[in-house]
């Protein structure tokens, strides 16, 4: 069965401390993660796609980087306006297309 | 690009009465779309999965004659919650999954639903 676990669950930064938050997975064959963010009240929005170990991929002060075994998102410089909840999900080669979700990790950037 | 709209945003019901949410993805094709439900401060919990033109496949423990899904064309699918009750009451979101999407999702902005 797949899994996905996000830690921490909340993380509190001053604007501008940099942190990283982190999505460790199993998966039988991986065919894609996937970060979203999520605002209160709002439906997840994407953010990345990682196919393969070894792969980075940035937005504006976010980087995500994936290895066999985890992915990190990396916030750099963060502003209040990044605080969300951000989610990681797998999708397994096989599985229907379905994606496996973790419980997410929430992000408070205090000015 | 890549925009998926719900509608209503929220919606409040009586017990026992029906409630039909619809899914459109406005600029691109959605061969696949996803209802999930989430409560407050957890994670999306998946529903069903739905194909254009097929039934739908639901999750383990998710009625199916209780919560509707009907996908009707590539840009449409709709959630009805049947003889809603309290119990029901959440937030729902569509997701949708393009025909050349390498298995990203685009989602909704959700429905509040509250049964009273």
């Known amino acids: 069965e797949d899994q996905v676990t996000q830690s921490p669950e909340a993380l509190r930064l001053q604007e501008g401390e940099s942190s990283s938050l982190n999505c460790s997975y199993t998966?039988?064959?991986?065919?894609?993660l996937f970060w979203y963010r999520q605002d209160p009240g709002k439906g997840p929005e994407f953010l990345f796609t990682?196919?393969?170990a070894g792969e980075e991929k940035e937005k504006e002060r976010l980087k995500a980087t994936l290895t066999k075994k985890e992915s990190f998102l990396h916030i750099t410089a963060p502003k209040p306006e990044d605080s969300a909840t951000y989610l990681c999900?797998?999708?397994?080669?096989?599985?229907?297309?379905?994606?496996?979700f973790g419980d997410g990790t929430t992000l408070t950037v205090k000015p | 690009g890549a925009v998926v709209s719900q509608h209503p945003s929220w919606v409040i019901c009586k017990s026992g009465t029906s409630v039909k949410i619809e899914c459109r993805s406005l600029?691109?094709?959605?061969?696949?779309m996803f209802w999930y439900r989430q409560f407050p401060k957890q994670s999306l919990m998946l529903m069903a999965t739905?194909?254009?033109?097929?039934?739908?496949?639901?999750e383990q423990g998710v009625e199916k004659d209780k919560f509707l899904i009907n996908h009707a064309s590539l840009t449409l699918s709709t959630l009805t919650v049947t003889s809603a009750h309290p119990e029901d009451s959440s937030f729902y979101i569509c997701?949708?999954?393009?025909?050349?999407?390498?298995?990203?999702?685009?989602f909704g902005p959700g429905t509040r639903l509250t049964v009273t």
């Open positions: 997701s949708a999954r393009g025909q050349s999407a390498l298995g990203e999702q685009y």
């Open positions: 998966v039988s064959g991986l065919r894609g």
């Open positions: 990682l196919y393969s």
């Open positions: 999900a797998v999708q397994a080669n096989t599985n229907a297309g379905k994606s496996t």
């Open positions: 600029d691109f094709q959605a061969t696949t």
């Open positions: 739905s194909n254009e033109g097929s039934k739908a496949t639901y």
